[in-house]
């Protein structure tokens, strides 16, 4: 893969971190307030959810509505993705991960998901036939994510128009509401699909300098 390395042992484990089994997981990244969280783990109760959100109060507000609700499968972290990632999953882990209308990143292309080496980090955790669903209401941000699966990533996907009566996200509703053209991308790991992170098993709240 041409694209730089991520340096994944430099992460710092998040604060309060904690470990998680080796079992089958679906992760969410930048959940929000929850909304698809918990419509996924209550209509999918054999799937385990981990749904990682950065911003404190959406945070807050998704852990509220889950101890009012209760799903037994859905466990929301406050965490930034990418230390929690690295910290905690193991290779070929992950069932699903949701993406689900990420920050557009106007003035930071090389923020945006496909576009950074994380994804490679991403990719190595996610089993064999596994999906991830990346959606947004901006043509140019899947354009261009588009053109990185096939140029970098080299991975099979399907582009998909999101119905307009689809209700998953807080930002989906609104999206669609104001008549915005909402698309996903679904990539799959297909069979014999390796990173060069396959053998880099989870740090597991080792601070970089314990685990070099
Ligand atoms: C535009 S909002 C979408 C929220 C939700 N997915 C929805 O569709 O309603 C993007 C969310 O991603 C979160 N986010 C961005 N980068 C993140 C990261 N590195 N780790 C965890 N969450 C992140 C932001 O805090 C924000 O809540």
Redesign the pocket.
């Known amino acids: 893969m041409p694209i730089r390395q991520f340096q994944a042992q430099r992460m710092h484990a998040p604060r309060d971190f904690q470990a998680i089994a080796n079992q089958p997981v679906c992760v ?6 929850g ?2 969280a918990l419509l996924f783990s209550g209509q999918n109760p054999e799937k385990q959810l981990i749904a ?4 404190r109060e ?1 945070f807050l507000s998704m852990q509220k509505q889950h101890g009012l609700e209760g799903q037994q499968n859905l466990q929301p972290i406050h ?4 230390p ?1 990632v690295v910290h905690a999953l193991f290779p070929a882990q992950v069932e699903q991960f ?7 990143e106007p003035h930071n292309p090389a923020q945006r998901w496909l576009n950074m080496p994380f994804f490679e980090f991403l990719l190595s955790r996610l089993k064999t036939g596994g999906q991830i669903t990346l ?1 947004s209401n901006i043509p140019d941000y899947i354009e261009e994510a588009h053109q990185q699966l096939i140029e970098v990533w080299k991975l099979p996907f399907v582009k998909e128009v999101i119905p307009a009566d689809s209700a ?7 999206y669609l509401e104001r008549g915005e053209l909402c698309q996903q991308l679904i990539i799959t790991k297909p069979e014999g699909c390796t990173t060069r992170f396959d053998d880099f098993q989870p740090l597991q709240g080792q601070t970089a300098a314990a685990a070099e």
């Open positions: 969410e990244i930048g959940a929000g307030k909304k698809h990682v959100e950065r911003t959406k965490a930034d993705a990418l929690w949701f993406i689900l209308y990420p920050n557009p959606a998953r996200t807080h930002f989906e509703i609104k």
